[in-house]
């Protein structure tokens, strides 16, 4: 006699079976044909962005000079500045003044050359020498355009020395008024380097 479990039995007694069995082959074969997920590697990396920092240095220098004096406004930037990646981006300079001799009417003649040693490009724009002699400022400068779209190398490079020459020749209706005047020197680096993160 046959064990009671290999008995036939009716669909309706074996119909939880058949189900149970029919569940367990579809997820067999879905183990079978879908690959596991696993995580891409993007190829992509992440841009860089680049910019540029600024900034500003002024210098001023006060000169008493008298007739016939020469007098020299140095500035000088060492290896430090491009160690940290700073570069000249333009110059400026104004030499001011004005009539110190009371009932004066003649202003004095003041002139100056603006120079400048580095390692860097010339610039691209400059004006280096100026003459006054009526009490007007004179404004001398240099300037490099290659900053945007190009390397800082094109700008002027440290260690770099700024030199201002300036000469006073008295002019007066005053006789012996030839002692004692101002020239004001404003010297203005606008620096800057490439920074990127």
Known sequence: MLNQLFTFKSVKEERPFLIFLAVSLVVIM???SVDPVSPQMS???AEMSSSYENMTMVNSASLDMNDGDAEVVVVELNQNWSDDGWHIKSIEVVLSYEETAFADLDCDTVSGVLSLTSDGQEPDTSTTEG???DCSDIVLSMAWLGVDGS???LLASMPATVQMDVELSVDSTVPGNDDEETV???I???MTRYVSS
Request: aromatic share 0%; glycine share 0%; charged share 20%.
């Open 131 to 133: 003459v006054a002699s």
């Open 43 to 45: 190829d992509t990396t």
């Open 30 to 32: 879905l183990n079978i």
């Open 184 to 186: 004001n020197v404003e």
């Open 188 to 190: 203005e680096l606008q």
């Open 151 to 153: 390397d800082p190398p």
